[in-house]
Each structure stands twice: as structure tokens, then as C-alpha cells.
């Protein structure tokens, strides 16, 4: 069975500092790969997806993840945090042949101003 | 921007009672799911449905759970006799059949109280 992990479950940053989500999977097929986010409150909303093409995919918000095959990795970046960034944020993986999305645990982020 | 919509936001039930969570998918999505998020934990995945019936579904659910579209808007998820650890948030997503990527669209969910 598929498996996600995000290994960072808090992280605290000030504004403007650099981010990066790590997120693992395990699966050795065709993958979709997903980075979510669920303000407070609010529903969870798509940051950015990965399904083919250039491994490095860019989204909404100034966020960026990369898509490394070897490592079976998806890490989320983000250059410069602000504080409207404190969010749940989750990494969602969906073999190309499968219907489910595997969810990693989340990482909950606080930007501090 | 069209958007999926779950009621009722919140709902708090006795153990023993059923409970049915509704979901109004995007219109002309034709893929349905439910999953749900125990505090704490991470999203888990319950059932997908297509063409009028469960195209997937997860260990966790079991026979007390069911799934419906009742006409041509709505997707319920109803729960027979609830337990308490089915305390949890509920989220509903749909998807287009025609999104290479297999995106799915989530609702803001239902929080599932059982006491």
C-alpha cells in the first residue's frame, strides 16, 4: 500500500525566512503528487500538483515544489514566508493507475511578524 | 469559482444514532469521495463513487457506513449507528473525469461529534 510521511509536524518561522516541507512517499509506480493547504477554518485548497513534465512546479502563493524520482520525494519551498503562510499543509500522493489520495500527516506552519 | 459545499458544518450526535453528512459536488464533476480526519491524524480515505456506485473503498468502511446520490446534486455519507471514534472531520471532494492529474476538489468538511 501507498504510505506518505512529512517529517516536519510543527515548524515556527519568522517572516521572510525560507521554507521547506519535506514529503516522502512509497510507491514504485506512476505517481500524482499533491501539496494541499487548509487555512484556519477553511477547506483544504490545492498549492500546486505534479503529474508530468518539468519536475519543479511552481504555484500559487510564491510556493514551489520539487519532484525527485530517485528520492521519492515532492518538498514544498517557499523562498520567503509571510504571516497570512500559517496553514496545515499536506502532501497527497495518487498512483496514476488508483481512484484514492494517500495523505501525508500534515505539517502545521506559524509564520511569527 | 465553483466549489464543493458540505452541511451541516458542524453536527453533534448521541452514540447509537445515525447521522448523514451531505455534499454538493462541482456540477459537473462525476467522481465522488469521503474522507475523514480524526483530530490529530491525518486525512484518511473512505469510499470513491462513480457511475452510481462505490468504485473504491478503505477498510474503514465498514458496514455502517454508506454512501448515496440521492438525485443529481447531492452525495451523502451516512453513518448507521454511530460510534464514538467516529468522532472526526468529514471532507467531501469530487473530480472532473477529465483532469489528467486526477485532482481532487475538497469541501471545507463537517465536524462529526459523537458523545
Known amino acids: 500500500a501507498q504510505s506518505v510521511s512529512q517529517h516536519n509536524h510543527h515548524v515556527i518561522l519568522s517572516e521572510a525566512a525560507s521554507l521547506e516541507l519535506g514529503c516522502n512517499y512509497s510507491y514504485g509506480g506512476t505517481v500524482n503528487l499533491f501539496w494541499y493547504v487548509q487555512y484556519p477554518g477553511q477547506h483544504l485548497q490545492l498549492l500546486l500538483k505534479?503529474?508530468?513534465?518539468?519536475?519543479l512546479v511552481k504555484g500559487i502563493k510564491g510556493f514551489e515544489a520539487e519532484f525527485i524520482k530517485s528520492k521519492f520525494s515532492f518538498n514544498l519551498r517557499k523562498p520567503s514566508v509571510q504571516w497570512s503562510d500559517t496553514a496545515e499543509y499536506f502532501c497527497a500522493v495518487n498512483a496514476d493507475t488508483g481512484n484514492q489520495f494517500y495523505f501525508g500527516t500534515g505539517t502545521s506552519l506559524t509564520v511569527i511578524p | 469559482e465553483p466549489e464543493v459545499t458540505q452541511t451541516p458544518s458542524h453536527q453533534v450526535t448521541q452514540m447509537g444514532q445515525e447521522v448523514i453528512l451531505r455534499c454538493v459536488p462541482i456540477s459537473n464533476h462525476l467522481y465522488f469521495y469521503w474522507y475523514r480526519q480524526i483530530l490529530g491524524q491525518k486525512v484518511e480515505f473512505l469510499v470513491s463513487?462513480?457511475?452510481?456506485?462505490?468504485?473504491?473503498k478503505s477498510e474503514i468502511f465498514d458496514d455502517q457506513f454508506s454512501v448515496e446520490r440521492p438525485d443529481g446534486s447531492n452525495f451523502t455519507l451516512k453513518i448507521r449507528s454511530t460510534k464514538l471514534e467516529d468522532s472526526a472531520m468529514y471532507f467531501c471532494a469530487s473530480r472532473d473525469v477529465g483532469t489528467p492529474s486526477y485532482e481532487q476538489y475538497f469541501g471545507p468538511g463537517t465536524r462529526l461529534t459523537v458523545t
Open positions: 463513487f462513480y457511475n452510481n456506485e462505490i468504485s473504491e
Open positions: 505534479y503529474f508530468s513534465g518539468d519536475p
